[in-house]
T-cell receptor, first 112, second 112 residues
Framework: GENVEQHPSTLSVQEGDSAVIKCTYS??????FPWYKQELGKGPQLIID?????GEKKDQRIAVTLNKTAKHFSLHITETQPEDSAVYFC???????????FGKGTTLSVSS | EPEVTQTPSHQVTQMGQEVILRCVPI?????FYWYRQILGQKVEFLVS????????KSEIFDDQFSVERPDGSNFTLKIRSTKLEDSAMYFC??????????FGPGTRLLVL
């Protein structure tokens, strides 16, 4: 089955800096990779996703890159703001199933 | 914007008691899920539901758990005899296709 590893577990940046979070997956058949943002006491919020037919996708200050050969994908946040502070989770679909397997999460702290 | 809703937001129960967690998925979605998150840990898949039956379940989803779609709008998770280790946040999610999953705000379950 799928296994998702996420790094780093914590990330502290200054406001305006960029932040990069990386995930690796094990199942080469996986073809959909979402990123979720979870604020304290709330449910995971989908912020961006990518499918395996593209290598990069952007949405304003957020971008995701995918390297299928190396089986890793990354979240890039540019011009970080204090409201970007949250826990970010990557995920990939379980082999032959509909379940999402989540990484362990990255706690991003943006200080002003 | 349509969203997944969950009730109650918090539930405290005694060990051995039955609890029912309720979810209203996004109205045109066809796939429904339950996940849980133990405090400080990653989100874990429990069960997926499609076409009025379970399509997949994890090893966590044992005989103490059941799901039901009692009408056209609600989706419930029942834990028959709660244990201390069932204490967690429980998230409902729904999707139109089996990829993009939208999560509810969660129910915090505390078993004493």
């Amino acid at each position: 089955g799928e296994n998702v590893e996420q790094h780093p577990s914590t990330l502290s940046v200054q406001e305006g800096d960029s932040a990069v979070i990386k995930c690796t997956y094990s199942d080469s058949a996986s073809n959909y990779f979402p990123w979720y943002k979870q604020e304290l006491g709330k449910g995971p919020q989908l912020i961006i996703d990518i499918r395996s037919n593209v290598g990069e996708k952007k949405d304003q200050r957020i971008a995701v890159t995918l390297n299928k050969t190396a089986k890793h994908f990354s979240l890039h946040i540019t011009e970080t703001q204090p409201e970007d502070s949250a826990v970010y989770f990557c995920a990939a679909p379980k082999q032959a199933g509909t379940a999402l397997i989540f990484g362990k999460g990255t706690t991003l702290s943006v200080s002003s | 914007e349509p969203e997944v809703t969950q009730t109650p937001s918090h539930q405290v129960t005694q060990m051995g008691q039955e609890v029912i967690l309720r979810c209203v998925p996004i109205s045109n979605h066809l796939y429904f899920y339950w996940y849980r998150q133990i405090l400080g840990q990653k989100v874990e898949f429990l069960v997926s539901f499609y076409n009025n039956e379970i399509s997949e379940k994890s090893e966590i989803f044992d005989d103490q758990f059941s799901v039901e779609r009692p009408d056209g709008s609600n989706f419930t998770l029942k834990i028959r005899s709660t244990k201390l280790e069932d204490s967690a946040m429980y998230f409902c999610a729904s999707s139109e296709s089996f990829e993009t999953q939208y999560f509810g705000p969660g129910t915090r379950l505390l078993v004493l």
